[in-house]
């Protein structure tokens, strides 16, 4: 996450004007979600990786 923080600290033009996340993703997870019918920016987004302080804020809904 920090390389992806470095990347989104430079000019639009040197990271093709898009922000980069990182993403941890399992192979039985694509196929799950593809069964399902979902779009693939659906399954990224859900498995960005977010900064610890976003994780924590979740914590409180359980």
């Not at 941890?24 to 659906?42: M, N």
């Amino acid at each position: 996450m920090a390389w992806c923080e470095r990347i989104n600290q430079l000019p639009p033009e040197h990271r093709q004007g898009l922000p980069w996340h990182y993403v941890l993703l399992a192979e039985d997870v694509v196929h799950e979600w593809q069964g399902k019918g979902a779009h693939l920016a659906q399954l990224l987004d859900f498995a960005r990786l977010r900064p610890l302080a976003s994780a924590s804020l979740q914590a409180s809904l359980l």
